[in-house]
């Protein structure tokens, strides 16, 4: 077990081996947790660690913060009950980060989840949701089997918020706040700007605040948004890591190709460094990486992008894995 600090108090850190165990003993009503369901930045497959996923956990109430493929059985590895999932938030609609979405809102449907499920996210989240409930329905319609016994029309269990910069609202216990922050450069005020948009999160709870970064690149919208949180979730990114994949994966790319990729995740992501300087500006009291695009191959990489962290923020970093919880 690690611990994490966390608004000068030591948190325990969970690690996956532990947090079933954990969950079995645990009231429901046992407080606030922030768990790291699925920490590889995608979108290529990683037979270690699964997409990104988080859940946040106050009390019996169950958040669904962003919804990567098997976001479903990392909850149940976490021990968190289905029915208890009250509201999903999306930063962005790239399918790393929605993949599970569809498998979450047809097994509630499937195991007849009577309270209707809010999505929260960027425009195009709506329509993105209509086209899984158009999916869901031949399942719906046949049920169990058992004739004359259909399951409910799933557009009856779903309903969609988008949002935007600026967006504010109080959900259960939370006051939520959203900001534009900078994983798209569409130009600000056009079309695509107004469509597709790629949101960071600040959810304000008694006593605690988290920050969420989704994927960025370096934005001070999500300083100013984070600041003073007593928890800021980031992604990150091993560029060096990453580029190695790339050449093993696709050695004959052309330069002209690999210098936009590189474009791309050094203006769209966070590096070590980045990730440092955006948390000591908000003056956050702890970190957790997540999302960790290049993948964490050994425990001298990890050691390696903390200090890439450390070397710019001076309070705690952790460097999630899966299951964790601060």
Do not use: C
């Amino acid at each position: 077990m690690r611990l994490a600090i966390i608004a000068g108090i030591a948190i325990a850190l969970v690690t996956s081996g532990e947090v079933a165990q954990l969950a079995a003993h645990e009231s429901s009503e046992s407080g606030l947790r922030f768990i790291t369901l699925g920490t590889m930045g995608g979108p290529v497959g990683d037979g270690r660690r699964s997409q990104p996923a988080n859940a946040l956990v106050d009390g019996k109430d169950l958040y669904v913060v962003d919804a990567g493929d098997r976001v479903v059985q990392q909850m149940a590895k976490a021990g968190l009950a289905l029915p208890n999932v009250k509201a999903v938030f999306l930063s962005h609609l790239h399918a790393d980060h929605t993949g599970g979405l569809s498998a979450l809102l047809a097994l509630r449907n499937q195991t007849l989840v009577a309270q209707k499920l809010t999505i929260y996210g960027p425009p195009g989240t709506r329509e993105m949701v209509e086209g899984m409930i158009s999916s869901m329905r031949p399942a719906a319609r046949a049920g169990y089997g058992i004739p004359g016994k259909p399951w409910p029309d799933p557009a009856g269990t779903v309903a969609v918020v988008e949002m935007g910069d600026g967006f504010k609202a109080s959900v259960g216990n939370m006051v939520v706040r959203a900001v534009q922050n900078t994983h798209y450069d569409f130009a600000p005020g056009s079309e695509e700007d107004r469509s597709f948009k790629s949101l960071s999160f600040r959810f304000d709870l008694p006593g605690r605040s988290i920050a969420y970064t989704g994927d960025t690149g370096p934005s001070t919208a999500v300083e100013k948004l984070a600041a003073g949180a007593d928890l800021l979730v980031s992604e990150m990114i091993d560029i060096d890591s990453t580029m190695a994949t790339v050449a093993r994966n696709s050695p004959n790319m052309p330069e002209k190709a690999k210098a936009d990729l590189v474009r791309h995740l050094t203006t769209h992501h966070l590096a070590p460094p980045d990730v440092g300087k955006m948390a000591r500006h908000a003056g956050v009291k702890a970190v957790v990486v997540t999302h960790f695009a290049g993948g964490s191959t050994s425990a001298a990489q990890v050691e390696g992008v903390t200090a890439g962290v450390r070397a710019e923020y001076a309070g705690p970093v952790t460097i999630a894995n899966d299951l964790d919880s601060f």
